[in-house]
């Protein structure tokens, strides 16, 4: 079985700054291999990509509407990855999961998911 806990959302006023964690257990698959990323729902639209990392940490992928604002990073000595978001804005309030897979994916079809944690973003 995969685990994926996803932590660090909360309120936070606009323009500030969060940072989530997604720490991933399990025996089946080594997560050091596996690609991880980040998603995000706003309530009535669909999930969609906000970021995504490779097994090793060298190739990050990003929304066009997170660029130069939000960071991911992982620790394969952990089995954690992390989303830094920075300058905050109201549309970015949402559920953010974590996901893993063999590599990253800009749709949803990924093998593993947590089951979110939600950012709010205030004016």
């Known amino acids: 079985q995969v685990q994926l806990v996803e932590s660090g959302g909360g309120l936070v006023q606009a323009g500030g700054s969060l940072r989530l964690s997604c720490a991933a257990s399990?025996?089946?698959?080594?997560?050091?291999?596996?690609?991880m990323g980040w998603f995000r729902q706003a309530p009535g639209k669909e999930r969609e990509f906000v970021a995504g990392?490779?097994?090793?940490?060298?190739?990050?992928y990003y929304a066009d509407s997170v660029k130069g604002r939000f960071t991911i990073s992982r620790d394969n000595a952990k089995n954690t990855v992390y989303l830094q978001m920075n300058s905050l804005k109201p549309e970015d309030t949402a559920v953010y999961y974590c996901?893993?897979?063999?590599?990253?994916?800009?749709?949803?079809?990924?093998?593993?998911w947590g089951r979110g944690t939600q950012v709010t973003v205030s004016s």
């Open positions: 996901a893993v897979d063999k590599i990253v994916k800009l749709t949803a079809a990924w093998d593993y």
């Open positions: 990392i490779s097994w090793s940490g060298g190739n990050t």
């Open positions: 399990g025996r089946t698959i080594t997560f050091s291999t596996y690609a």
